[in-house]
């Protein structure tokens, strides 16, 4: 006989950090295969300190969808992260399985949140990081 699976809450301060990371960008989950009953979804919070970024990295094959909660973010993609799109508060981001992009904070005063998910679970591959001056328009605190 299989348990009863029954709804999960995830309280603040108690969501899941044992999560992938890459560099300036600190993602904690508040629904997970690693500390709830989810299977096929990973959702949570990724938070980049004033002027921080993130490693150049990929998803693998997980699909992701991004909600900016707070702040102005910035992802740098393509051939030497040359291509961006730029994200305001309430904008939502899609990022597609396997493409290689920064994720940027672009305010050198204020945090940038996002709330994020993934499909089928938080896949973090970091990358060879590049220097700054490669991300057009990009500056640190």
């Not at 959702?43 to 102005?72: D, I």
Request: aromatic content about 8%; hydrophobic content about 35%.
């Amino acid at each position: 006989m299989s348990a009863k699976l029954v709804p999960v809450v995830t309280r603040k301060d108690q969501e899941h950090a044992g999560t992938g990371q890459s560099g300036g960008a600190v993602r904690i989950s508040g629904v997970s295969p690693q500390h709830t009953p989810a299977t096929k979804i990973w959702f949570g919070k990724v938070s980049n300190k004033p002027g921080y970024r993130s490693l150049p990295h990929h998803h693998g094959e997980a699909e992701t969808g991004g909600y900016v909660l707070q702040g102005k973010g910035r992802i740098y993609f393509g051939d030497d992260y040359a291509e961006y799109l730029d994200m305001d508060e309430g904008d939502f981001v899609f990022v597609p399985p396997h493409m290689p992009h920064v994720e940027v904070n672009m305010s050198t005063t204020e945090d940038l949140v996002w709330l994020t998910t993934r499909t089928p679970d938080n896949i973090v591959v970091n990358l060879t990081d590049v220097d700054d001056a490669t991300l057009v328009g990009y500056r640190r605190a």
